[in-house]
């Protein structure tokens, strides 16, 4: 095989590896090793519209993203985070840009009533591989809707 083709499946692989750890990382509450996943120059935008170009809100810093993962995480007991289809285009040997659609499932119980949230998301990413590892540079956090019930 082409040694470009192998070398783009194989960083394809290694980026839907971050991809689904994390969204694992989010549901086992693992805040540090979702953090880690992040590129020190990194920025997440979130848009609760996701028809804005406008974020609600913008993340940088390693500190401020655990904090935003442990805010937005722990009023919910349990989580279950769904990766779909994902598109990802490899740039160079270490740049790349991806979609990927994910289904977010919260719930949460109050006195003897059980909620569940969910979000269907849409991830604008940029991947930077960094001393031979892939990282999230960029990602673009777009909540296609919220259903509660």
């Known amino acids: 095989m082409n040694t470009e083709i192998t070398n783009n499946l194989n960083n394809e692989r290694e980026i839907r590896t971050i991809i689904d750890l994390y969204a694992n990382y989010a ?5 540090d090793k979702q953090v880690a996943l ?22 940088i810093g390693k500190e401020n993203l655990k904090q935003l993962f442990i805010d937005s995480l722990s009023p919910f007991p349990k989580t279950m985070h ?23 499932y919260h719930y949460s119980k109050i006195d003897d009533t059980e909620k569940l949230m969910i979000a269907p998301i849409r991830y604008e990413d940029i991947y930077k591989k960094i001393d031979n590892k892939w990282y999230f540079l960029n990602r673009k956090l777009k909540v296609q809707w919220i259903e509660n019930r």
């Open 27 to 31: 549901d086992t509450k693992q805040t």
């Open 38 to 59: 992040f590129a020190d120059d990194y920025k997440i935008e979130i848009y609760y519209d996701s028809t804005s170009d406008t974020p609600i809100q913008t993340i």
């Open 82 to 104: 769904f990766n779909g289809q994902s598109l990802i285009d490899i740039n160079s040997d270490t740049e790349a840009e991806g979609i990927v659609y994910c289904r977010a």
